[in-house]
């Protein structure tokens, strides 16, 4: 372990010596010192990551857990259609904690941070006899005036989601059963590849990839009207969308790209972890009908899929292949809700 917390920012200054575009101090002073460029508005979100609720020591490596506190926040701005800049990455850290960890938790971090041009530019750290808590303070930009907010959505849009939906939820579950389909190899490191049928769900559980290109295209095509990343689950998240634009939605069952067939799971199942599994950190947006035939089928390789409609109303509606619309229910993960429940979910 380090013997200092001198010895350890000399050792984070180290990992962080790339500077970012407009970065004029970063890791080792009181504060960092950034430059703003004219014409453009900062994007601030933050996002905590507590041992025991958003990772289990006894499931996600180190590394896992840095790329997920990161991937978060990364999230967030690609869900306002901005670039990411800097972070900010607090740490309050386990006694129990190891050097092993730290390195391998840093390693996760500054992996995705260098793949997005991100600067980590400081932060703070404390040891603490309870469990490892971390925040992630990230500054993104984008041009003023441009950014994609939840409120836009008009009645006849178009609603597109990237992606498939439910496998990291089924990852997750996977874990807890200390189980994975058969057909799936060894977990991989990094998941910098799109999803695919034969990806293993746990991969995708412990490395997310966040959808910062799309969401600079959308902006840059001027398609979206509104805009929410998926990180409580589908059907949670459109409630959201919703909500902020005073609309409802229609979605229709059999379009929403839930796990593969070759996962061999019931439709049902399949069709719940789309809707209400979490932790997808796609992007759901709306678009204009006449600006519908526009949307690619794929991004960068990665699939967008057309799901639904904008109505006027306020109900969500869950549309199945007979043609008979029931009730979609939010069902995704809330923290306030869980915290008055017996019932525990890792998140």
């Not at 971390?134 to 992606?163: H, M, N, T, Y």
């Not at 990180?231 to 949670?236: A, E, F, I, M, T």
């Amino acid at each position: 372990m380090f013997k200092s917390e001198n010895e350890f920012v000399r050792w984070l200054q180290k990992l962080g010596q790339s500077r970012g575009e407009g970065l004029r101090l970063g890791i080792g002073d009181d504060a960092a010192l950034v430059e703003v460029r004219r014409g453009h508005e900062l994007i601030l979100t933050t996002d905590l990551s507590i041992e025991g609720v958003h990772f289990l020591g006894d499931f996600h490596p180190p590394r896992a857990v840095g790329h997920r506190a990161l991937a978060r926040s990364l999230s967030d701005v690609a869900a306002m259609g901005g670039t990411p800049r800097y972070a900010l990455i607090s740490l309050a850290i386990s006694q129990r904690t190891k050097h092993a960890w730290l390195k391998e938790f840093y390693a996760g971090v500054f992996s995705l941070a260098q793949r997005y041009g991100v600067a980590v530019v400081g932060g703070d750290t404390a040891v603490v006899p309870g469990n490892t808590t971390i925040d992630v303070l990230l500054v993104g930009e984008i041009e003023r005036g441009k950014a994609i907010r939840r409120a836009g959505a008009r009645a006849g849009d178009q609603l597109f989601v990237s992606g498939r939906l439910g496998i990291s939820a089924l990852g997750l579950r996977c874990l807890r059963a200390r189980a994975r389909p058969a057909h799936l190899g060894k977990i991989g490191r990094l998941a910098a590849q799109p999803v695919e049928d034969n990806v293993d769900p746990i991969q995708v559980h412990f490395f997310p990839e966040p959808r910062c290109a799309l969401g600079r295209f959308l902006v840059q095509k001027k398609l979206a009207t509104a805009l929410i990343d998926l990180s409580d689950g589908l059907s949670k998240d459109l409630a959201r969308l919703c909500e902020a634009s005073r609309v409802g939605a229609r979605v229709w069952a059999e379009r929403i790209p839930g796990p593969p067939a070759s996962y061999d799971l019931r439709s049902a199942d399949a069709l719940n972890l789309a809707l209400h599994g979490g932790e997808d950190y796609e992007l759901l947006f709306t678009v204009p009908a006449q600006k519908a035939p526009q949307v690619p089928r794929r991004h960068r390789g990665v699939p967008l899929y057309p799901i639904g409609e904008i109505s006027p109303g306020r109900d969500l509606l869950l549309a199945s292949p007979d043609g008979h619309d029931k009730p979609l229910k939010p069902a995704g993960y809330d923290h306030f809700a869980k915290a008055f429940s017996s019932s525990k979910k890792l998140r």
